[in-house]
């Protein structure tokens, strides 16, 4: 500013942060303005004219009162004479909601600086403090429809709506009710709470009474109907005190929870699951009625069985999780489980109780989740038993941690209240540098099983045994835990500690072989799988050892995310796939015969073990590309920016290949594994091809790797200090043909299947082109937006492939289909 004018745009932090803007802006006026620090400057602290009314008039454009900045000149708002005096030497400039501008200008003869734009000020978060009424309707009618089955059931007495439909559908109603419960925490109004509990009186006790009436008169359904109206008349003071306590938690709590907990995680996952769940059983019994009669429906007990307990599983843990919301957040945040601790085995008691709860769940349900969609009764009452005590088992341990849990938490909130004290933010965890000794004993054991069944299979003279159960079933879940164990360490490189891994690999690779020739006399297969764990094992310990030289952080982010979490994420995988091949055993008609089923399902067998060494293999190529310092990681990672266009090396792009054929084999041999005698021979070639090319995709990503640790390794010892590139942003715009040329070969694939079918009028090619039907509409779909600027080439081939898809495969389908017709009506006569 020139001498004798002074002009200052002082901004009014005051509208946002009253306290602030009190204590800063008048000692930066005072500054810029040299007027003498005389008494009327105090009237910018006075508090009343910042913590007034915000938001008056923002939404007619006025300045609010509170926003009418005076200038440092002595004021008294009583006088009429000093206030017109006022108002003519003020320069203050109407601006928008939260500006003002202060002019002090000597020079009126100078043009004034023009205001400031208006800057709207953002709205406040809205929060939601009920759920809208459609969701109470919503749930309303799901919750009453168990009250409407069994009203029909006690006017019609079929069975069929007792022991299927009803429970078909108990899982979806009964979480229904628990998510109507918290919908409107805050509602005590009279018409409200009437229509709840009507709701629950429908659920609870109308419904077990037509259920009485509609069943036949025995001890044990009147015990049985007995036992839920009481269990559930229980729950009814429990559900009410849990609404209470949420309607006392705080606005932000109690929008987060509503918003996430009970419209994402209740209504939308949970429900969502539930029915889907329910399609396949009900699928089943239409199937099976309409093939043979009303009461064929017990042929679907497995399929009911095990939709019924995934579903009790998921329900449970559903209910859980609303339940939850009677804590404050900061509180289950602070008791939130953390994998960096299972992984230190660095728990408390009440840790070790949930991530067991967690870990026995999540097994029964993996294992009920497998047998999903399996047809056919139970051949003998075991059986049954075993489903039932899984359901029990998985919900039971959900339930014991969650108590567990919530008892922690009342008395941390109890103890809190009494000191006076609010949680704090937990401490970072330390980094972890290495699992714990748990996991290895844990692997050691493992592997030491699994020598232990093919030596007692030797000992017995039980060959079969020792194929299907041990070297089958046990080889991908005992590779995963010793591949853990192997890397859960990586610097303890001491001469003791490589001796040890030296002796278990040799007890676990070798003798389990040798073991293996001795008894099955197969010597040239057990003799390659011998050289090439050899092979894999001198590569490890290389990478192992790299690995270890890992800065500190790297190493926690490997440990925790790439191995341990990815690692048994892996595993339960596997646990599924092999889950999943049991499926040929229960539907088969010779189950009683345990070898004989074991004989008959060899090749689904096959097909799962397949799949999972897939999935290990990828679990290693994760191991693999995360072995190099996060600073180095980024040039070595195909972005989708690369893989669009192309601009990555042949290597690479064999291994992008090589690496989509594995996906696809897996996927293929995972499809049959639930199906009923596959050939053997294809089964094998499909497998050998897939692990080859996961084979080449793992030496490929070694060497990756192998070339940008040398590099590291020739800069650390160089005087210059290497830095990663810095790559820019790619821009892409087109595709490379090499992508688009695949999605206009299955067009063109789906189409000759369609000329084959018009020609031979073959029953194996309309199969085959109803099947790649939708997958050629994907193919040029997809392929029309490839090339969006290329108007030569590109959009002639995208017009021949639309005119293949959309004309020629249609008129050889419709002749294909007329001559099929016509030759029926010749054989007919």
Known sequence: SQPGQVTTYIVVLGYHYPLLGSSIIPPFAFKLNPIPPTEPYKSFYQPDRFWGNRHQGMMNNETPSHLQLERCTTHNPASPKKKSAYKKKSALQPTSAGMAVALNSQHPQRPRPQALPRIRSAPPPRRVLECATVWSVVCFFISTL?????????????????????????????????????????????????????????????????????????????????????????????????????????????????????????????????????????????????????????????????????????????????????????????????????????????????????????????????????????????????FLCATGLGCSSLIIFAVWKAIVIERHVRLDIARGTVPTDNARDPLLTRLSNFWVFVAILATTTHTAFIARGLWANDPYLIYSTTDAYMFPLVLGLYVIGLFGQPRRQSTGAMWLLRIHFVQYSWGSEILLIITRGDTLNHVVRMILMTLMFHFALKLRASIGRLPDEDLNDFLVNALFKGGFRTLASVLFVLFRSLKCMFEHEDATQFKFVLEKCEVN????????????????????????????????????????????????????????????????????????????????????????????????????????????IRASSSDVKASPSRHTQDHVLGCSWFIVFPFYLGTLVHTVAAILYAVYVAEWAWYTANVLAPLAGGCCVLSSFMRPRDNGLGLKAVQFQVFLAAFVSEIATIVGASREEEGSDRRNG
């Not at 008169?217 to 009814?236: D, G, P, Q, S, Y």
């Open 146 to 386: 168990y009250t409407v089955l069994l009203v029909v059931f006690a006017f019609t007495k079929h069975p069929i709506i007792s022991d299927f439909y009803s429970w078909v559908i108990y899982p979806v109603c009964s979480t229904a009710m628990v998510i109507s419960f918290v919908l409107k925490p805050s509602r005590t109004d009279f018409g409200y709470l009437a229509l709840l509990y009507f709701q629950y009186f429908l659920y609870a006790i109308l419904a077990e009474v037509l259920f009485l009436v509609g069943a036949e008169f025995k001890e044990i359904n009147l015990l049985r109907t007995w036992t839920r109206m009481a269990f559930k008349v229980l729950l009814f003071p429990i559900a009410l005190a849990v609404r209470s306590r949420v309607a006392t938690l705080l606005d932000a709590d109690l929008s987060e929870f509503l918003t996430i907990s009970v419209l994402k995680g209740g209504l939308v996952v949970g429900l969502a699951q539930l029915a889907f769940l329910a399609l396949s059983s009900i699928q089943c019994q239409r199937g099976a009625t309409l093939e043979r009669s009303e009461e064929s429906w017990v042929e679907c007990k497995r399929s009911l069985y095990s939709q019924t307990g995934v579903g009790a599983i998921v329900g449970t843990f559903t209910v859980i999780l609303l339940v939850s919301g009677i804590f404050p957040k900061r509180y289950k945040e602070q008791h939130a489980f953390r994998i960096r601790k299972v992984a230190a085995m660095n728990l408390t008691l009440g840790e070790a109780v949930e991530a067991s709860g967690l870990a026995i769940a999540g097994g029964c349900c993996l294992f009920l989740l497998s047998t999903y969609g399996v047809e056919g009764d139970f051949y003998y009452w075991h059986e049954e038993k075993f």
């Open 605 to 712: 067998v096959s097909c799962a073990v397949y799949t999972s060494v897939y999935l290990l293999m990828a679990l290693l190529l994760k191991i693999i590309s995360q072995s190099v310092q996060k600073q180095w990681r980024d040039d070595l990672v195909v972005t989708i920016e690369k893989v669009a266009s192309m601009a990555i090396s042949l290597r690479k792009k064999i291994q992008g290949t090589l690496l989509v054929l594995m996906i696809i084999c897996g996927a293929f041999l995972f499809a049959l594994s639930g199906s009923m005698s596959p050939n053997r021979r294809f089964v094998d070639v499909v497998g050998l091809v897939g692990m080859g090319s996961g084979v080449f995709c793992t030496v490929s990503e070694s060497y990756t790797v192998g070339k940008a640790q040398d590099m590291l």
